[in-house]
């Protein structure tokens, strides 16, 4: 995406409360996925005539290690007023039990840095407490029940898996601010195997006849006043965390995410 906002898909995509699931209940998948990104045709009225990058996501690490995530996106957007670029970089790891995430996000805006955020969240009886250095030194207390982003994505195969068509719950990641709330909500389709019209990067080793589901998940702004989501973000989610068909709709415009390459990465052995 060209904000930040790619994080909310990433780290969360993806995508339990206070407490984590049981750590052997959904294997994540440490995996290196490259998107190629393009301008949503049928998103109307939009200013931007023409977009083109790419998004490179990695995850690695097991509910022992924790998870860490790495993921880049460079977007040329081509608008009413010129050509913008847009580079967004995210590092962050998070405890396996949802006690501790540590973030850092840079955004750039035609090699300048427009937003930035740098800190550590950790849980302490339930309640979740962020304790930034950017964009500026402060300490916020978010309060109880705030996922973290892993903790989402393993809700979300886990309401999958359930046959759960909808699933609400608060989410930080740190982006765009260190301290921004997101209210979201999931609509989740049913289980499918059909390789139809699958890029071959999602049919090839360990994603060759996983089972997959439609996930759409809206981002309302925690204490906002709007009815409309700030962003929505759609896409395929294979029952280990791993995504595919890819749309990022930020209201003005959508860009789409094609799979075009995967790559299985190391796993690491849990006694959990």
Aim: hydrophobic residues 35%; glycine residues 10%; charged residues 25%.
């Amino acid at each position: 995406m060209p904000s930040a906002c790619f994080t909310r898909f990433a780290v969360a995509a993806l995508l339990l409360g206070a407490s984590a699931l049981p750590a052997m209940a959904i294997q994540l998948a440490p995996h290196r996925a490259t998107y190629a990104v393009s301008l949503d045709a049928s998103k109307s009225g939009t200013r931007i005539n023409g977009a083109e990058g790419r998004i490179v996501y990695e995850m690695r690490g097991s509910a022992c290690a924790g998870y860490s995530v790495q993921l880049r996106q460079d977007t040329d957007l081509a608008t009413e007023g010129g050509r913008v670029n847009s580079a967004v970089t995210t590092a962050t790891w998070e405890d396996g039990e949802g006690k501790s995430y540590r973030f850092r996000v840079t955004n750039r805006l035609n090699g300048e840095t427009s937003e930035e955020a740098d800190g550590v969240a950790e849980r302490k009886d339930g309640e979740l407490t962020v304790t930034a250095t950017k964009p500026e030194a402060r300490t916020v207390v978010l309060g109880k029940n705030v996922l973290l982003p892993t903790e989402h994505v393993l809700r979300l195969i886990r309401s999958a898996e359930s046959g759960e068509a909808v699933l609400e719950a608060p989410v930080f990641d740190g982006s765009p601010d260190a301290k921004k709330v997101y209210e979201t909500l999931a609509v989740i389709g049913r289980e499918t195997r059909d390789a139809k019209g699958l890029e071959e990067a999602a049919t090839i080793g360990d994603l060759a006849g996983r089972p997959r589901f439609p996930v759409t998940i809206s981002y309302y702004e925690r204490g906002g006043s709007s009815e409309t989501p700030d962003y929505v973000i759609s896409f395929d989610m294979f029952d280990n965390g791993v995504s595919r068909k890819l749309k990022l709709d930020y209201g003005e415009f959508a860009l789409n995410g094609t799979l075009i390459s995967y790559e299985a990465l190391p796993k690491e052995d849990c006694a959990k």
